[in-house]
Structure formats: structure tokens, C-alpha cells
């Protein structure tokens, strides 16, 4: 692995709110899986979550303008085909606005917003690696196609509080702070 993929970074303590863009899931996509499978999953390079890795949960709704479609994990970077040919391939986002038509993008994207939930276990969440991206290391092998969770594209920055720090070699359970509630305060800030 090139520098920045072994070198890892300060994640954030449990309770801090970020405001963050760029790829997102749901919680239950996430919820007890161990770094390694979420690597395959998420479509991250093996050994990126080697470090340990944050929980960020959304807090705000979200409105139709504030995300693109990005299909499944195993579209790496929300583009339909194979990373090896980079830009060049067409977006998740684009492929269903050419299929619907701008009237039914614009309502499938209207009904997808109300869905994206902040609360429970389908709530929009991100994973925060404590090792980051790696510049000296080609897009198709660090960003991978996943194992096909949903993911949508956050185009502006958003606020997610961090809901727990997962060290190396460690599952999140469940739980986790959130504006002073828990998910399941059985399992709050659990980890196995």
C-alpha cells in the first residue's frame, strides 16, 4: 500500500457533529459488520477500516436537490461500469434521468427524500476510515465495486454527528449518541 493508505488519521469522539458530503448509506446496511466486511460491502480497498473507523449518522432531512442517485455499492463512485475507465462512465444519477424522463426523476427523487430517514435503523449514515484516501493509489483499486448496499451522492455538506468510534478489528452493535437519544439503549455504544 502507498503512503496514506498504511497512515492513519485522529476520528472524531462520539457526540461530534460534522458537516460532510460526499457518498452515504443506511445504518442497516452498516449495523454488525466487521471491517473486513464492510470493506467488500461499501466498496473501500482491503484494509482501509484495518485502523478502525467512525459511525456518522445524518441529522438533518434531506430535500431532493441535496443528493444524486449512486445506485449500489458495486457502482464504484456511483458510475455504471468498470472503475478502470474512470469519468468516461455514465453516472447512476444520469442512466435513471435519461430512463424517467425529467417529470418522473423528478418524482421518484421527491419520494426517495421523504424516505431517507434520520432516525432508526434505515437512517442515512456514513463510515469515517481512520485511514484516508490514498493519492498514490489508482481509483480502481481503492474504491472497488462493493456488494451492492444503497448509496447516494450528497452534493453539499450535511450535518452528521458521529455516533461511535469503532477500533480495529471490532463490529458496531448498535446504539450511539444522537441529540441525546439512543437507537436501542440496550446496545448503546456496543461494540463486539
Known amino acids: 500500500m502507498a503512503g496514506g493508505a498504511t497512515s492513519g488519521r485522529p476520528l472524531p469522539a462520539p457526540g461530534t457533529v460534522l458537516p460532510l458530503h460526499g457518498f452515504v448509506t443506511r445504518l442497516d446496511s452498516v449495523i454488525n459488520r466487521p471491517g473486513r ?12 477500516l484495518a485502523r478502525g473507523w ?4 445524518l441529522t438533518e432531512p434531506l430535500r431532493p436537490g441535496d443528493f444524486e442517485f449512486a445506485g449500489y455499492t458495486r457502482f464504484s463512485g456511483g458510475r455504471i ?3 478502470g475507465l474512470g469519468a468516461a462512465r455514465q453516472t447512476a444519477d444520469a442512466r435513471l434521468r435519461a430512463m424517467l424522463g425529467a417529470q418522473g426523476y423528478d418524482r421518484v427523487k421527491a419520494r426517495i427524500a421523504d424516505g431517507l430517514e434520520i432516525r432508526g435503523p434505515r437512517r ?5 476510515p481512520a485511514i484516508g484516501h490514498d493519492s498514490g493509489m489508482a481509483e480502481p483499486d481503492q474504491y472497488p465495486p462493493g456488494g451492492g448496499v444503497p448509496q447516494w451522492l ?3 455538506a450535511r450535518r452528521f454527528i458521529v455516533a ?3 477500533p480495529a478489528g471490532r463490529c458496531y452493535r448498535g ?6 437519544r439512543w ?7 456496543t461494540l463486539q
Not at 124 to 128: S, Y
Not at 175 to 180: E, N, P, S
Not at 183 to 189: H, K, L, N, S, T
Request: cysteine-free.
Open 81 to 83: 461500469g468498470h472503475p
Open 175 to 180: 446504539g450511539g449518541v444522537d441529540g441525546g
Open 124 to 128: 442515512v449514515a456514513k463510515i469515517l
Open 183 to 189: 437507537m436501542d439503549p440496550r446496545e448503546a455504544q
Open 37 to 48: 466486511v464492510l470493506e467488500d460491502i461499501l466498496g473501500y480497498h482491503r484494509g482501509r
Open 154 to 156: 450528497l452534493k453539499e
Open 54 to 57: 467512525a459511525l456518522l449518522l
Open 164 to 166: 461511535a468510534v469503532v
